[in-house]
């Protein structure tokens, strides 16, 4: 899922918009300030390709001051910009600590915004992590398909579908042939 589509999606939900502020890559994290929701990109803004959506929440809770809601199960301190701007923000947070999406799919966009309507309706990180997603297990693929779903009805989304928004054939195009291309630079870069 693009960064367009994330953003237009949080704009236009009336809970959500009250506390979104942008869809960014981690590097462009400014300083987060109470009552605040953030979808970042896990790459840096110079780089060709995304990869992965995770988000940054810190709508006050009685568990924590700010949250780190990663269906790849990412911590804060695996993210320099990421980690600098919680810590600065708050000792006080909180971080899924499972993977709850299937490694194959490319959901992790949907993810984020089921995580984001239910943040901004004031479910908890915690509570997401716990009642929804309490049995990660290796028909994780189901519940995503479910999310992407939910996503498209929940922010009626009209760019893609439901199955582009599961599995971005393109995108893992992309993704092979960037690692491709850069295997190819560094055996240049040995041989010379």
Known sequence: MDAQTID????????????????LSCDQLPKIVKNSLYIINLSESWKNLGSHWVVCCSIPSNDYDIALCCSG????????????????????????DKVIQDSNDTACGSISLVISWLLCRHVSAKNILNRFFNNVSSEAYIRDLFACHLAFCLFDIKRGTVASMFLDENFKKKVKNAKKNSRKKKLQSIKH
Request: with cysteine; charged share 20%.
């Open 8 to 23: 237009h999606a949080l704009k236009s939900d009336l809970c959500c918009k009250k506390y979104y502020k942008n869809t």
């Open 73 to 96: 199960g990412s911590q804060i301190h695996e993210n320099k910009y990421i980690q600098h701007r919680v810590l600065e923000y708050s000792n006080n947070y909180y971080a899924f």
